[in-house]
């Protein structure tokens, strides 16, 4: 029992870490000490968490441009994140690549994508290797509504369904592609049902609900690595911001935003964890304290870190 | 180490093999591969290394070139083949988007081992989608490495470096080329990228160029040679990184100097060339740099229209002649 109680603090833990940062990381953008582009991914902790809490290091995920979370999820350090989004030069990426480029291929994170769709095939690519290598592990690519209508999402499960390869196509159904409502670009509204073109399983679920997602992820992830092939899970949920940070959004409507907001995954499984199974809110206090901490900790960081030298603007362009 | 004569092809079958014998983590990727491809450049291979390991892959240069850079980015060394050139752009965005810039984005923390074999260029009657010679754009994407041999030895020397090469290598194979004979060692050989071979030397007149076309200056250096004007042949053999250093010595030596390509001469590589040795060269010349490349236009298909669009040794001479 104590061993679930841990695995459920440590999901809150998580989707707090990832609310956080990027409450943070919204705050600086508005104070200019972040530039360029955000993409917040407020609203869809449950998915990335749910997800990346049966991974481990030898699995693979790739990412999007709104890839805070599923980084954070997969085992970031939020102290090179914040850094990088400052574009400082103890970033992951030396302030090379920022908000859409944070990588870490060591811990199994084929980064953020500056491009919709373009995690696929790299997923696809890295779920082959897995099997070629017979690690045991899997490939997990995260994408929108909006990016399972690229043509990288036929072509990449198209080849892994025909080579079996381990990889889960999560699609993270919030609705909108960028500005565009899903009844206007997409052909089916489920869209768990395209996996049937390509005759292996879709699955559909609450992506506002961590428990949900974490077992509906942990069966399809347990087939894909006894060798079972990839599949499509679809998760339900709502980007609570813009399309980017400073879009009013104005073309959502209100009556579905509060809906949603009313459903908000982080104060629903804090009160489940309170409520249902009975965890004293002092616990929960200590861990979004310590969580809080290591937030500030990291703005800290990036604030200190220097930039990057311009006398080394040319690094790194080849290996 | 014993040379033995074989065709192009047959040298980038044989570096293939070596290099998938030598290490585990080669593989190769692309349409129809295991019956040898439309070249028949693979031939064979799936007799040895299996179809894991020469994977035949649907139509989809999109997942091709994008699923190589995910399992490169995962620890494999995927070689790939698009079957044209011109299919490049199918999956442009896995190409320059992602594989060329991943190493830099990711602050040199992530290597993306990749070669994309393609055969390229014009003269096999293939019309203006599958003749073209894109390798200009491409250069001007940093993150690639480019080769492109004109020669048996150099095919197979390159590739094996190119597998070896922890960059993505973009390797064009000139179609006219595949049934080409040369010496080429039998056993473990590479060519040092960014180092151009002096195909041949001279003293009145530098010839560049690259691919199939090197051949074709060749033609037409032996019969300037009758003519009592000695051309030298500088082949960079990669594009990328370029031998700077060889060609701005050779063009000290002559004095003069005709860029040869076989893409359209406008927005092609030559003018970079002409370029860089305006700016680095200016002072050895006592000729204005000249360019030789195809018209403005697509690849036309009728065997009189292409032979007329494609840079022949005639041109070549009548371009070297006017400096004289």
């Not at chain 1, 939020?78 to 291929?105: I, N, P, Q, T, W």
């Not at chain 2, 040895?48 to 240069?61: K, L, N």
């Amino acid at each position: 029992m104590a061993k679930e109680k841990d695995t459920l603090l440590t999901l809150y833990e998580t989707m707090y870490k990832i609310r956080r940062f990027e409450e943070k990381a919204s705050e600086l953008f508005a104070d200019s000490l972040i530039p360029g582009f955000v993409h917040l991914y407020i609203g869809q902790e449950a998915v990335a968490t749910g997800v990346c809490s049966n991974l481990s290091d030898k699995d693979f995920i790739a990412s999007t441009h709104r890839g805070h979370g599923h980084v954070i999820a997969k085992g970031a350090d939020v102290k090179l994140m914040m850094a990088e989004l400052f574009g400082k030069k103890d970033g992951y990426c030396k302030g090379r690549g920022g908000s859409m480029h944070v990588a870490d291929v060591e811990k199994g994170i084929l980064g953020a994508n500056g491009i919709v769709g373009a995690g696929q095939p790299l997923a696809t690519g890295a779920a082959l290797a897995c099997k070629k290598k017979k690690t045991g592990g899997v490939a997990i690519c995260f994408f929108g509504d909006g990016a399972s209508n690229r043509g990288t999402f036929h072509e990449s499960i198209n080849l892994a369904a025909l080579w079996k390869l381990p990889a889960i196509y999560v699609i993270e159904n919030n609705y909108f592609g960028e500005f565009c409502p899903i009844e206007e670009s997409c052909s089916v509204q489920k869209l768990s049902v395209r996996a049937a073109a390509y005759g292996i399983p879709g699955v559909t679920v609450d992506g506002n609900d961590v428990m949900a997602v974490r077992e509906a992820a942990a069966k399809l992830i347990e087939r894909a690595r006894k060798g079972e092939g990839p599949s499509i899970l679809e998760c339900l949920t709502w980007r609570h911001r813009g399309h980017f940070e400073g879009d009013p959004a104005d073309y959502k409507p209100s009556e579905q935003q509060e809906e949603w907001l009313a459903k908000d995954p982080i104060p629903r499984f804090r009160s489940h964890l309170i409520d249902k199974e009975k965890i004293a809110s002092e616990t929960v206090l200590e861990i979004e304290e310590r969580v809080n901490a290591m937030i500030e900790a990291a703005v800290e960081f990036a604030k200190n870190s220097p930039d990057p030298d311009q006398s080394g603007l040319l690094e790194a362009v080849y290996a | 180490m014993e040379e033995r004569s074989i065709w192009f092809s047959q040298a980038i079958n044989e570096a293939l093999q070596q290099e998938m014998r030598r290490d585990p983590n080669v593989y190769m990727a692309g349409e129809d591969i295991g019956p040898g491809g439309a070249f028949g450049v693979t031939n064979g291979l799936i007799d040895e290394f299996g179809p894991e390991r020469i994977m035949g892959t649907p139509i989809s240069e999109t997942v091709i070139l994008g699923h190589a850079v995910g399992a490169a980015l995962a620890g494999m060394r995927p070689v790939v083949e698009i079957l044209f050139s011109d299919f490049l752009f199918v999956c442009g965005d896995e190409l320059i988007n992602q594989a060329a810039k991943m190493h830099f984005m990711f602050g040199g923390k992530a290597k993306v081992p990749i070669v994309v074999r393609c055969p390229s260029g014009a003269g096999v009657r293939a019309a203006a989608q599958h003749s073209q010679s894109p390798e200009a754009m491409l250069i001007n994407f940093p993150g690639f490495k480019i080769a492109y041999p004109s020669t048996p030895r150099d095919a197979k020397g390159l590739l094996i470096t190119a597998i070896r090469d922890d960059n993505p290598v973009i390797f064009f194979e000139h179609k006219m080329l595949y049934w080409m004979m040369g010496d080429v060692p039998e056993g473990d050989f590479t060519v040092e990228f960014g180092k151009a071979d002096i195909r041949r030397e001279g003293k009145d007149v530098t010839l560049i160029s690259w691919g199939q076309m090197v051949n074709t200056c060749a033609e037409a250096a032996e019969a300037l040679s009758a003519d009592g004007i000695e051309a030298e042949i500088v082949d960079p053999r990669t594009l990328v990184p370029f031998d700077k250093e060889a060609v701005l010595a050779s063009v000290k030596k002559t004095g003069k100097v005709v860029i040869v390509h076989e893409a359209p001469k406008t927005g092609g590589f030559g003018g970079e060339i002409a370029a860089m040795i305006a700016e680095e060269g200016f002072d050895y010349l006592d000729a204005p740099v000249v360019r030789v490349g195809a018209p403005y236009m697509p690849v036309p298909f009728s065997p009189v229209l292409e032979d007329a669009y494609i840079p022949s040794s005639d041109t070549i001479i009548s371009a070297v002649k006017k400096l004289f």
